[in-house]
Every structure is written in C-alpha cells, then in structure tokens.
C-alpha cells in the first residue's frame, strides 16, 4: 500500500504544454487509484480521477473541463486568425491497458473559426475560377459569426470515430485507422446547408447574395515516414449568386 501527491511546474502531456500538474493518488494491492489530477494551463483546468485495477489491468477513468478557452490552446492557430470560443469537455478511459477505449464529448459555445486566409489554406479557388464570373463585392462592418455544437470521438483498437455537428454551419462524420502520435488514415463526410457562412469565415467578411450547400469528402493521411496530407473532394456543390448558379 502506499499514498503520493505532488505537483510539477511547468509539464507537458501528451505534447500539450500545462502551467502545473498537481496530482493526489494511492494503491494496494488490488488496485491503483487517482483520487484527483488537476492540469493547469492558460485555456483552463483539467481535473481528473479514476482507478486501475490489477486484476485483468482495467481501467475506469474520467477527465473533465468546464470551460476551456480555445483561443489559448497551442494547437489552435490556423492561417492568420485564431479559433475562439470556450468548450466543456468530458472524456472517459476504460477497457484495459492491452485494450483501450476513449470515449469524448465535447460542447462548444461562442465559436468564432479560423477566417481570412482559409479558403487559401485548403485550396478553394476564387469564384471567377469556378465559373461564376467577377467575385461579389463583401460588406464589412458586421460582427464575427459565432456558433454553437457538439463533438463525438471514440478511439479504440487502433480506430477513431468523430462526428462533429455545428447546426447552421456544417456536420463533419468518420473516421479510420488511428495511432495517436504514430500514424493515421482517416476518410470524413462534410456537410453544409449554409455555404455563404462557410464562404464568410473563408473571406473574412460577408458577401450578399451568394447561398448554396455542399458536401464534400475529406481524407487525412499521416505517417512516420511522410507529411500530413490532406485530400477535399467535393462531388456535390451548389452556388448561387444573384442570377448565376453554380451545380
């Protein structure tokens, strides 16, 4: 049997940088129990709790965080803007060690996402290069869109599952091969009812006139021994500005 507490100043988990860890845990000879973990960072706190079980190596474990700020995550910058917006998170470890299973559910409120410079970053083109003539002037002077939504990940035997629903704005599906750290091929449906706000946040600012829908494929590859690729396909696209329609 035993008992430990203790913190560090500053640590990095999982490849994500966090102000402190303090963490409080004991064990016997039946079981290992985290009675409480705290990670804290400039995007919020992260506390947690569990056990494991020597028996058959199982595990029961949840991690919690009740507003996270995604402008003060390392990982969220994105061409010149920052994603912005706060989440609250819970996820849960269970299965055994040989056999892991993730479970995370995330819900997001006042989501601003990434804009000038998007539509550049995955290679959308301009609308005179898909036929629809003279690109629209964009009116300024309106606030940034913000948006609510859910999103589903599971990860077990080597295999993610994500499902992402921004109602108003897009749903995102799939999933594939996964290896956290190590490798990856993952395929994703794409889903927009409102293209003239996804449009939006590509452009920075709103263009009147212009609606349409979407739906698009997605794959992300990646690999120890090649860069990240990512692949969009869109067989379904319908534009409309004013009197001219793209299909």
């Given at each position: 049997?035993?008992?430990?507490r203790g913190s560090v100043s500053p640590v990095t988990v999982a490849g994500l940088d966090f102000?402190?860890?303090?963490?409080?845990?004991?064990?016997?000879?039946?079981?290992?129990?985290?009675?409480?973990?705290?990670?804290?960072?400039?995007?919020?706190?992260?506390?947690?709790?569990?056990?494991?079980?020597?028996?058959?190596?199982?595990?029961?474990?949840?991690?919690?965080?009740?507003?996270?700020?995604?402008?003060?995550?390392?990982l969220a910058g994105l061409a010149e803007t920052r994603l912005r917006g706060h989440a609250a998170?819970?996820?849960?470890?269970?299965?055994?060690?040989?056999?892991?299973?993730?479970?995370?559910?995330?819900?997001?409120?006042?989501?601003?996402?990434?804009?000038?410079?998007?539509?550049?970053?995955?290679?959308?083109?301009?609308?005179?290069?898909?036929?629809?003539?003279?690109?629209?002037?964009?009116?300024?002077?309106?606030?940034?869109?913000?948006?609510?939504?859910?999103?589903?990940?599971?990860?077990?035997?080597?295999?993610?599952?994500?499902?992402?629903?921004?109602?108003?704005?897009?749903?995102?599906?799939?999933?594939?091969?996964?290896?956290?750290?190590?490798?990856?091929?993952?395929?994703?449906?794409?889903?927009?009812?409102?293209?003239?706000?996804?449009?939006?946040?590509?452009?920075?600012?709103?263009?009147?006139?212009?609606?349409?829908?979407?739906?698009?494929e997605l794959e992300v590859r990646f690999a120890p021994d090649r860069e990240l690729a990512l692949?969009?396909?869109?067989?379904?696209?319908?534009?409309?500005?004013?009197?001219?329609?793209?299909?």
């Amino acid at each position: 049997t035993g008992d430990l507490r203790g913190s560090v100043s500053p640590v990095t988990v999982a490849g994500l940088d966090f102000d402190r860890l303090e963490t409080s845990l004991d064990w016997d000879a039946d079981r290992l129990r985290l009675r409480q973990l705290r990670l804290s960072a400039p995007a919020g706190l992260l506390a947690g709790s569990g056990e494991l079980l020597f028996a058959g190596e199982r595990l029961d474990f949840e991690l919690t965080g009740e507003r996270i700020d995604l402008a003060a995550l390392p990982l969220a910058g994105l061409a010149e803007t920052r994603l912005r917006g706060h989440a609250a998170l819970v996820a849960r470890l269970s299965g055994t060690v040989a056999e892991p299973r993730l479970v995370a559910d995330a819900e997001f409120g006042d989501l601003e996402l990434p804009g000038p410079g998007l539509a550049g970053s995955i290679g959308l083109p301009p609308a005179a290069a898909v036929g629809m003539g003279t690109p629209p002037a964009a009116t300024g002077g309106e606030p940034a869109q913000r948006f609510a939504g859910t999103l589903h990940a599971e990860l077990a035997d080597r295999r993610l599952a994500v499902a992402l629903d921004l109602p108003g704005l897009l749903t995102l599906s799939g999933g594939g091969a996964f290896a956290a750290g190590e490798s990856g091929e993952l395929r994703f449906a794409v889903k927009c009812d409102r293209l003239d706000r996804l449009i939006t946040i590509a452009a920075g600012q709103p263009v009147e006139g212009l609606a349409g829908t979407l739906a698009a494929e997605l794959e992300v590859r990646f690999a120890p021994d090649r860069e990240l690729a990512l692949a969009l396909r869109i067989p379904a696209l319908e534009l409309a500005y004013e009197q001219h329609r793209l299909h």
